[in-house]
């Protein structure tokens, strides 16, 4: 498994330090967002390092992040309703943590900008 030292979603992904998960499969893990911005906000993180959506993200492993999204939204009610994923790439998107991460969040009208 490739991680990366001092990557705290390494550390979360490969429960070196424990979340609060909501999906798990051999390739990707679910938790909730620390500081959440709307009722439902989980942020699906591959196990493996990628710096973002750009870094040669192996198929599967994105297939792995489609699925959990499905999973998700089902265990979390907002699959009908709707709902929005984000994937934050660099400095002008604002990106923070420097592991590849798609945000989920829904359980109300969202604003136009959020993540
Ligand atoms: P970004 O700004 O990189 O797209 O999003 C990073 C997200 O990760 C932020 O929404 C932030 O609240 C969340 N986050 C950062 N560190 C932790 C952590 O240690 N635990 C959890 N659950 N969320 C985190
Ligand atoms: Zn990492």
Known sequence: MATQDG???CKIANHVIESDYVYE?????A?????PM????????????YDNIVDS???DTLAAMAHAVDQVTRAEGIRE?????IA???KDAGQTVM???WHVLGGETLPMALA
């Open 7 to 9: 990557c705290i979603f």
């Open 25 to 29: 499969d051999e390739l990707v893990v």
């Open 31 to 35: 938790f909730r967002d620390m500081s």
């Open 38 to 49: 709307a009722p439902t906000h989980v942020l699906v993180v591959p196990k493996e390092h």
């Open 57 to 59: 993200v192996p198929a």
């Open 81 to 85: 309703s709707g709902f929005r994923t």
């Open 88 to 90: 934050n790439t660099g």
């Open 99 to 101: 592991h590849l991460h």
